[in-house]
């Protein structure tokens, strides 16, 4: 085909174009596009570099959470402070506090300083025990509870040091922040210098930070996530039982049994509102309704403040709406020829629907109830107003114990309790716990994605 035939008749004074070149139109489209994949690339790196340097912040100021300084040196649990009536027996040995661990403690570490030739005859006393952690004293009482033989022998002890000690062996805390510190001194920075050469120092493993509970402001080197761990698998375990059952089987009855009219309009409108609403509004509900009406007027045990079964109605309600419009989502995307062969060769509805339809709707169904779940997980505004956020310093019972009515806490609500701490060393445990909570995060998505390839059928 010509010039001439693929454009028509040349009309005078108009110059032909030829179908194998571009024409003035079509370049300007192109480069429209090119800048529009641009635009597109630079946006997506942005977001990328954004989200490595949200990463790279976390880990770095939170990393060193999951390490504690600590002084090993031995101690001598003197029979005749700790047990003065001699029979070893726990009733008695509860009534020793820390104070008179404390004093055990100091002795040690001192005589312990002397025996490793370390100098401190340029630092006080005071300061010098002052570098002792003031949870160290509990510890070694807590291992005498437990085994009351310990009483009168001589053990070796990795004693945990205060936070800015700590802080210093990790670089948080530097010569020149601890001149403008009060809760430390030069004479202090000095003595862990000598104690790291003679070998008395190690900054190790500290697997207290995922099992302790939480601490006063005095002492934050000996928080820990156990609670607010525990607290988390309780209502997570709680909302699932809850919402997955009420959630797929609406889901099923409005989208396969539901007549359409305006009744079922009315309630997908407000599902898809509902699904909308802030996550404090369900706070406030959940004061409102579950403590203040049923926990208070109406004297529920079970509903109080900052229990697990109560964060988790609240996190249910929240979560509900999420999982059905994934549900139906997932229901809705299976072919409607599926469910017509089913009926053609004769299968009643229901055996069409729990036969054909919710296995090849399986995978959809469980990436939207994971996801909902991890959304629930990360949720603090709720939580803040059920009084999740309250210090908690004892662990909640088993389930079977009535677990799910103990005061508790949550992951994303401990972070916003550290971070709001002033104490550096509580900043860094907030970090960390951000750490421990977005491996959750990303486990229950690798499971969702697992379990979507695990179901997914083809057809």
């Not at 979560?319 to 072919?335: E, F, N, Q």
């Amino acid at each position: 085909m010509s010039d001439i035939s693929a454009n028509g008749p040349a009309s005078a004074g108009k110059p032909r174009v030829s179908i194998l070149g571009q024409s003035a139109r079509m370049k300007s489209r192109n480069r429209v596009e090119g800048i529009f994949k641009t635009l597109g690339l630079t946006a997506i790196l942005f977001s990328l570099a954004i989200l490595a340097l949200m990463i790279f912040t976390i880990f770095r100021d939170g990393s060193s959470a999951f390490f504690q300084t600590r002084a090993a040196f031995p101690i001598t649990l003197s029979a005749e402070i700790i047990d003065p009536a001699g029979n070893r027996n726990r009733d008695d040995l509860t009534k020793q506090t820390t104070m008179t661990y404390n004093k055990v403690l100091n002795e040690a570490f001192l005589a312990a300083l002397a025996a490793q030739g370390i100098k401190t005859d340029d630092v006080p006393e005071k300061e010098i025990t002052a570098m002792i952690s003031k949870g160290a004293a509990g510890e070694i009482r807590a291992d005498v509870l437990a085994d009351p033989s310990l009483v009168g022998q001589t053990i070796e002890a990795n004693i945990v040091l205060g936070g800015r000690i700590d802080g210093y062996m990790k670089g948080r805390v530097t010569r020149e922040s601890a001149e403008r510190d009060s809760n430390v001194t030069m004479g202090q920075l000095d003595i862990a210098d000598r104690m790291k050469e003679a070998g008395m120092l190690a900054t190790v493993w500290n697997w207290d930070f995922i099992t302790n509970t939480d601490s006063s402001d005095t002492r934050p080197e000996t928080a820990g996530l156990g609670v607010a761990i525990l607290g988390s698998a309780y209502m997570m375990f709680l909302v699932l039982i809850m919402c997955v059952p009420v959630g797929v089987a609406a889901s099923i009855y409005l989208e396969e049994f539901a007549p359409k009219n305006k009744w079922t309009d009315l309630i997908e409108v407000n599902i898809a509102n509902l699904a909308a609403v802030p996550s404090i509004v369900y706070g406030i509900l959940g004061l409102a309704i579950f403590i203040n009406i049923l926990g208070g007027q109406m004297g529920v045990e079970a509903l109080k403040m900052s229990a697990s079964l109560v964060g988790a109605l609240v996190l249910s309600l929240q979560t509900l709406p999420t999982i059905i419009i994934a549900t139906r989502s997932a229901i809705r995307a299976v072919p409607p020829s599926i469910r017509d062969a089913a009926l053609g060769i004769g299968a009643s509805k229901m055996q069409t629907v729990f036969h054909h339809v919710l296995p090849l709707a399986m995978p959809g169904i469980l990436t939207g109830t994971i996801l909902g779940l991890a959304s629930a997980l990360g949720e603090t505004a709720p939580l803040l107003l059920i009084g999740m956020v309250a210090f908690v310093a004892n662990y909640p019972a088993a389930p079977w114990d009535g677990g799910f009515s103990d005061p508790a806490t949550a992951l994303p609500v401990q972070v916003y309790s550290w971070a709001s701490r002033s104490d550096p060393a509580f900043i860094e445990r907030s970090n960390g716990a951000i750490i421990v909570l977005l491996v959750f995060l990303l486990i229950m998505n690798v499971t969702a994605i697992i379990l979507r390839r695990r179901f997914e059928r083809r057809w």
